[in-house]
């Protein structure tokens, strides 16, 4: 049975910092992008950053990217996800995802954002 677990959020401020950790099993990391997920109050779901391949190669929606990274532990198995120079719209409930990898849109950022296997969320609340 698949399992994404996610761990690390919670309130910062305006400009602050943040490191969300997913640690994933019963798939394989060979054939699932995996990656991170947000929604906000109001508003929908919507991809933050993926690791779309084996090698590494990631995806990051325009507005995060530069203060993202997104990274692969292949010792923990675990996709963190460490988030700079935090704004208050990066407030949201943010869940880790896992896709197949060879019919991969969610985590490329094609909508409506429908990976395979999710995990329960975490929230992240930034304040000015």
């Known amino acids: 049975e698949a399992q994404l677990v996610e761990s690390g959020g919670g309130s910062v401020q305006v400009g602050g910092s943040l490191r969300l950790s997913c640690a994933f099993s019963?798939?394989?990391?060979?054939?699932?992008?995996v990656g991170w997920f947000r929604q906000a109050p109001g508003k929908e779901r919507e991809v933050v950053s993926c690791?779309?391949?084996?090698?590494?190669?990631?995806y990051y929606r325009d507005s995060v990217r530069g203060r993202f990274t997104i990274s692969y532990n292949w010792r923990k198995k675990t996709v963190d996800l460490q988030m700079n120079s935090l704004r208050p719209d990066d407030t949201a409930v943010y869940y880790c995802?896992?896709?197949?990898?060879?019919?991969?849109?969610?985590?490329?950022?094609?909508?409506?954002?429908?990976?395979?296997?999710w995990g329960k969320g975490i929230l992240v609340t930034v304040s000015s």
């Open positions: 019963g798939f394989s990391f060979d054939d699932y992008a």
């Open positions: 995802a896992a896709e197949l990898r060879w019919r991969m849109s969610a985590c490329v950022g094609i909508p409506p954002y429908n990976a395979d296997y």
């Open positions: 690791v779309t391949n084996s090698d590494g190669g990631s």
